[in-house]
Antibody, heavy 119, light 111 residues
Framework: EVQLVESGGGLIQPGGSLRLSCVAS????????MTWVRQPPGKGLEWVSI???????YYTDSVKGRFTISRYISQNTLFLQMNSLRADDTAVYYC?????????????WGKGTTVTVSS | QSVLTQPPSVSGAPGQRVTISCTGS?????????VHWYQQLPGTAPKVLIF???NRPSGVPDRFSGSKSGTSAALAITGLQAEDEAHYYC???????????FGGGTKLTVL
C-alpha cells in the first residue's frame, strides 16, 4: 500500500529548531518528487518546499534560508529541517508525493504532523 | 491574500449543482499550468478530486468535474450530497513566484 506517515511535530519556542520526518511505503522517495505543504490553524493550504528526484530543491519565500528539505534513501524518508522557527510557522505539516507528469500534482498525502511555535 | 482567488463559501441543496471558481493570472492558470482540486474534510488531509485541469483519479465519482479557460478554472459538483460538505482548494504553479500556489479555499455547505 502506498502510504506516507509524518512525525516530529510538537511544541517549540520561537527561535528553536525542529526536524520533521515523513516515512514512505509502497514507493521510493528517491525516485519521486516529494513536497511539504502546511496549513495554519483555521486557514488554507500553503506550499512549503519540494525536492525533485534529481535532488533539486525549491522553497516558498517565507522559509528560504530557514528550512531545508532532504531525504534519506536507505530509510525511504523525507525530512524537513526547520530552524529559526517563528509563531507564523505554526501549522499542520503534510508531506506529499508529486506526480511528475502533472505540474505539482500531489497524488499521495500523509495525515500530517502539528507544529506549534509558542513561548 | 492568495494568488489564486476562490469564493469563501458556496452552498446548495441536495441533488443540485454547484460550481467553485478559481481565478488566477497570466503567470499561473493563464500560463497554462495544470490546475488541481482537493477536497478536505474536517480534521483530515486533503484528497485529490481533479488533476491536470480535468482528470479524475480512480475512485472519485463522475459528479465531480474540472474545467479551465483563460486565467480561471472551475470545479463543478452535480447531484450534491451531504458528504460533499467540505473545504475545496484549487492549486497551480506560478512562474513569477517559482512556487506552487493554492487558492484560499471554499467551504461548501449542503443545505
Amino acid at each position: 500500500e502506498v502510504q506516507l506517515v509524518e512525525s516530529g511535530g510538537g511544541l517549540i519556542q520561537p527561535g528553536g529548531s525542529l526536524r520533521l520526518s515523513c516515512v514512505a511505503s509502497g514507493f521510493s522517495v528517491s525516485s519521486n518528487y516529494m513536497t511539504w505543504v502546511r496549513q495554519p490553524p483555521g486557514k488554507g493550504l500553503e506550499w512549503v518546499s519540494i525536492i525533485y528526484s534529481g535532488g533539486t530543491t525549491y522553497y516558498t519565500d517565507s522559509v528560504k534560508g530557514r528550512f531545508t528539505i532532504s531525504r534519506y534513501i536507505s530509510q525511504n524518508t523525507l525530512f524537513l529541517q526547520m530552524n529559526s522557527l517563528r509563531a507564523d510557522d505554526t501549522a499542520v505539516y503534510y508531506c506529499a508525493r508529486v506526480d511528475p507528469n502533472y505540474f505539482y500534482y500531489m497524488d499521495v498525502w500523509g495525515k500530517g504532523t502539528t507544529v506549534t511555535v509558542s513561548s | 491574500q492568495s494568488v489564486l482567488t476562490q469564493p469563501p463559501s458556496v452552498s446548495g441543496a441536495p441533488g443540485q449543482r454547484v460550481t467553485i471558481s478559481c481565478t488566477g493570472s497570466s503567470s499561473n492558470i493563464g500560463a497554462n499550468y495544470d490546475v488541481h482540486w482537493y477536497q478536505q474534510l474536517p480534521g483530515t488531509a486533503p484528497k485529490v478530486l481533479i488533476f491536470g485541469d480535468t482528470n479524475r483519479p480512480s475512485g472519485v465519482p463522475d459528479r465531480f468535474s474540472g474545467s479551465k479557460s483563460g486565467t480561471s478554472a472551475a470545479l463543478a459538483i452535480t447531484g450534491l450530497q451531504a458528504e460533499d460538505e467540505a473545504h475545496y482548494y484549487c492549486q497551480s504553479y506560478d512562474s513569477g513566484l517559482s512556487a506552487s500556489v493554492f487558492g484560499g479555499g471554499t467551504k461548501l455547505t449542503v443545505l
